[in-house]
């Protein structure tokens, strides 16, 4: 059971938006620790693709932006093509385990 | 261009031990805090530890504390994770990843490394 709660599973038809929800508790996201979310396309490495809640690294198109509230945070993909179909994780520090946590992961698929 | 390459990974029997290494180049290594982070087939990402960037500080998860050890040579921009006591459990893609600090996000990661455990 993952520290932070993520959707197993997400769809949408392209060019439509899906949002991708981390929820966490008041030892991580609620006590105000930075959430980062990668991009894992099949059979490759994790990217980065938001970090510090809703900063895009150089590359990453418009259409991916974070957001967090409370002890939540989302994920947002707008314009969806196929080559967003991927798993999407979330990550945050937690203080009452003094490390890095991610959530179980979201597979995106784009119907 | 930033570039990490791990290796080490292989087929190694329960109770066994392997050491995992990953090279960077393209950055100045001992500037940027390193991490690992675990994949089991099918399953989701699984942090592991971190170094910082001259090696005086580490972090472990709870359920590899005292089984792995992580340390660093800046000399040889090579990051390294000894792994023991392997269980069937700990067969993963092993990833590093680095960081400008240790609560920074990881900005690049390697390819990763297969450990397989099994009889």
């Known amino acids: 059971q993952s520290v932070l709660t993520q959707p197993p599973s997400v769809s949408g038809a392209p060019g439509q938006r899906v949002t991708i929800s981390c929820t966490g508790s008041?030892?991580?996201?609620?006590?105000?620790?930075?959430v980062h979310w990668y991009q894992q396309l099949p059979g490759t490495a994790p990217k980065l693709l938001i970090y510090?809640?809703?900063n895009r690294p150089s590359g990453v198109p418009d259409r991916f932006s974070g957001s967090k509230s409370g002890t939540s945070a989302s994920l947002a993909i707008t314009g969806l093509q196929a080559e967003d179909e991927a798993d999407y994780y979330c990550?945050?520090?937690?203080?009452?385990?003094?490390?890095?946590?991610f959530g179980g992961g979201t597979k995106l698929t784009v119907l | 261009e930033v570039q990490l390459v791990e290796s080490g990974g292989g087929l190694v029997q329960p109770g066994g031990s392997l050491r995992l290494s990953c090279a960077a180049s393209?950055?100045?290594?001992?500037?940027?805090?390193m991490h690992w982070v675990r994949q089991a087939p099918g399953k989701g990402l699984e942090y592991l530890s971190v170094?910082?960037?001259?090696?005086?500080?580490?972090y472990y998860a709870n359920f590899v504390k005292g089984r792995f050890t992580i340390s660093r040579d800046n000399s040889k921009n090579t990051l390294y994770l000894q792994m023991g006591s392997l269980r069937a459990e700990d067969m993963a893609m092993y990833y590093c990843?680095?960081?400008?600090?240790?609560?920074?996000?990881?900005?690049?990661w390697g390819q990763g490394t297969l450990v397989t455990v099994s009889s």
């Open positions: 008041s030892s991580n996201i609620g006590a105000g620790y930075d």
């Open positions: 510090g809640n809703n």
């Open positions: 393209g950055f100045t290594f001992s500037n940027y805090a």
């Open positions: 990550q945050s520090y937690d203080s009452s385990l003094s490390g890095w946590v």
């Open positions: 990843a680095r960081a400008l600090a240790t609560t920074s996000p990881l900005d690049y």
């Open positions: 170094i910082s960037g001259n090696g005086g500080s580490t």
